[in-house]
């Protein structure tokens, strides 16, 4: 019944600026948290940022004063704005709902995103 619908990945070159949003589909009662996590070639994934239901953003430091978070009133848009992008940003991005409780659920769980490819010129 839930599902993270994520858009906006693309190429760009070096230092220019991307969008990608993360949709929740569903009926939900309440979400703890919404991240994005990217996985490079050959990499592990890493967490990039977070943000908490009370609106509060944590950022990595690799991402920190480019990237930025935000979500609409309801809390059902994720979006992830990436400035001054490098090439080491060049990665699949996925968006991660934790603590999701649906409205028909009797507990919580996470969900996550296909994954979009974010490609970054030199």
């Known amino acids: 019944q839930v599902q993270l619908i994520e858009s906006g990945g693309g190429s760009v070159q070096a230092g220019g600026s991307l969008t990608l949003s993360c949709a929740v589909r569903g009926f939900i009662l309440s979400i703890d948290r919404m991240n994005w996590y990217r996985q490079g070639p050959g990499k592990q994934r890493e967490l990039v940022g977070t943000?908490?239901?009370?609106?509060?953003?944590i950022y990595a430091d690799a991402v920190k004063g480019r990237f930025t978070f935000s979500e609409n009133n309801s809390k059902t848009t994720m979006t992830l704005l990436m400035t001054s992008l490098k090439p080491e940003d060049t990665a699949v991005y996925y968006c991660n709902a934790e603590g999701v409780r649906a409205a028909s659920a009797r507990i919580s769980r996470d969900y996550w995103g296909q994954g979009t490819q974010v490609t970054v010129s030199s």
């Open positions: 943000i908490t239901s009370a609106g509060n953003t």
